[in-house]
């Protein structure tokens, strides 16, 4: 069963930068396609990054530009960069494997997920 960790969330102001990591136990994750997902209060989490296991990366249109996915097979880590950062992008982060582009089947159990707070 693969585990995952996020970490690297906290409270940044509007404009600036966080880095998230995401540990995953288990030797599959190379073989899997991951995403960094986000949940707000009151809506539903989403998917806002994509990257193939060959490193092909896909971005939804609200972070397209100001966020970067990256992996590091050798790690078992996903990262995600966050740039220009603005209050509507304060939500949970989660990473897990999407089994499609639309994202909404995963393959695996959620982790407890990273608190992004973004203040003006």
């Known amino acids: 069963q693969v585990q995952l960790v996020e970490s690297g969330g906290g409270l940044v102001q509007a404009g600036g930068s966080l880095r998230l990591s995401c540990a995953a136990s288990?030797?599959?994750?190379?073989?899997?396609?991951m995403g960094w997902y986000r949940q707000a209060p009151g809506k539903q989490r989403e998917l806002v990054a994509a990257i193939t296991t060959g490193s092909a990366t896909n971005y939804a249109g609200s972070v397209k530009g100001r966020f970067t996915i990256s992996r590091d097979n050798a790690k078992n880590t996903v990262y995600l960069q966050m740039n220009s950062l603005k209050l509507e992008d304060t939500a949970v982060y989660y990473c897990?494997?999407?089994?499609?582009?639309?994202?909404?089947?995963?393959?695996?159990?959620w982790g407890q997920g990273t608190q992004v707070t973004v203040s003006s």
């Open positions: 897990n494997a999407p089994f499609d582009s639309r994202g909404r089947l995963v393959k695996f159990s």
């Open positions: 288990g030797s599959i994750f190379s073989a899997n396609t």
